[in-house]
């Protein structure tokens, strides 16, 4: 059959159909990392990502590096480094600003985990220092809960592994217990979500004691697991974020990558649905990972950095169309302002912090069809 302009016309057309809804699925290759990490924080604050410490190669040495990410612009900056450097530590980000709770760090040939809280102001770049924890712990998990910032389990420099529930509270600038897990945690995961604290994953013993086939739930009095769906296998050191499910109106919880108790490192992708307590495996991220960072911004799923299944440090920077990081409404891109979700992409939202990059004015989507263009 002899193409025609109609026919060349609705051949683009529907080629462009199909690569948006190839779109959805795949993950889409940023700007990298400035240099090669892994357990450090990646963070959500004001339409940008702040990628802040880990190792570059060593297990203990912790680096102060900070850089910022510009989703709109697809590029990184440095910001003021942390006076100390961290490895594997606590975090989160209330009122705009971001704490950073504990972590290990090299001096000379020594490792030590760090008893400080350290605060970083966006507007001003700088950092200052919170309270004394009282407690100096490492690979904690970590989710924020209105103003306060929680962590779970941790280790300290001898492995010592514990089961509590430690509650930052931002406006105080003081730590308090919360009520103790049913299993000591190293490694393992955390989310947050309407009033109730989730838990999976992780070791008890920091050797090959991987424990977490397990979900957790905390309404603040008792950690219980009765009744939940248990983890499609054992991990430790997964990656982890919280998203919001627009078909569903649901929370989703991701859990990425992470090792299993042989030391085999993984490419998996479960998400948990908290309502109908169901873990469904959503098929594979684009490679084994482990210890690498997740963060929902803009409606898009970030991944930064990691060790790869050969032991080796990366600094990829990918990111996963999910739709939307909080329900309509909501703080879509983590600027403390709640009712410009951002993961609708039209005129009328800030779309400066949706992270399409294509230039245009208004808004940032992505209208020429393609992934990653």
């Known amino acids: 059959m002899r193409t025609t302009p109609l026919h060349l016309g609705l051949r683009c057309a529907l080629a462009a159909i199909l690569a948006l809804a190839l779109c959805g699925a795949d993950w889409e290759s940023r700007a990298n990392l400035p240099s090669a990490r892994y357990g450090g924080l990646l963070l959500p604050l004001a339409g940008d990502l702040y990628y802040?410490?880990?190792?570059?190669?060593?297990?203990?040495?912790?680096?102060?590096?900070?850089?910022?990410?510009?989703?709109?612009?697809?590029?990184w900056d440095a910001r003021t480094p942390l006076l100390v450097g961290t490895f594997l530590p606590g975090g989160g980000v209330v009122d705009n600003q971001i704490y950073v709770l504990g972590g290990a760090f090299i001096s000379g040939a020594t490792a030590?985990?760090?008893?400080?809280?350290?605060?970083?102001?966006?507007?001003t770049d700088s950092w200052s220092d919170g309270s004394i924890l009282g407690v100096a712990l490492q690979g904690w998990a970590f989710a924020t809960s209105d103003e306060d910032?929680?962590?779970?389990?941790?280790?300290?420099?001898?492995?010592?592994?514990?089961?509590a529930l430690r509650v930052y509270d931002t406006q105080g600038d003081t730590l308090s217990n919360g009520p103790p897990m049913n299993t000591a945690r190293w490694l393992g995961a955390a989310w947050s979500a309407d009033g109730h604290h989730y838990v999976a994953g992780g070791t008890f013993d920091g050797v090959d004691g991987v424990s977490g086939a397990s979900v957790l739930a905390a309404d603040d009095v008792v950690f219980s697991d009765e009744g939940m769906e248990d983890l499609p296998a054992a991990r430790i050191g997964a990656a982890y974020a919280t998203a919001w499910d627009e078909e569903d109106g649901d929370w989703r919880m991701y859990l990425l990558g992470g090792r299993d108790a042989t030391g085999t490192t993984h490419d998996s992708l479960w998400t948990y649905a908290p309502a109908s307590d169901e873990w469904t495996d959503d098929g594979a991220i684009f490679a084994p990972s482990y210890l690498a960072s997740a963060a929902c911004l803009g409606g898009y799923l970030y991944l930064a950095g990691g060790m790869n299944a050969s032991g080796g440090v990366e600094d990829a920077l990918r990111r996963l169309d999910v739709g939307a990081c909080a329900p309509a409404g909501g703080d879509d891109d983590a600027d403390d302002d709640a009712g410009d979700d951002d993961s609708d992409d039209d005129a009328s939202d800030d779309d400066s912090a949706d992270g399409d990059a294509d230039g245009g004015s208004g808004d940032d989507d992505d209208d020429s069809g393609c992934c990653g263009c």
Request: aromatic fraction near 14%; charge should be negative.
């Open 52 to 75: 802040i410490g880990g190792s570059d190669s060593t297990w203990l040495d912790g680096m102060p590096d900070v850089w910022r990410y510009d989703p709109g612009a697809d590029a």
């Open 112 to 123: 030590y985990v760090n008893f400080n809280v350290a605060i970083y102001d966006a507007i």
């Open 149 to 163: 910032v929680l962590l779970f389990g941790g280790s300290d420099t001898a492995s010592a592994i514990d089961n």
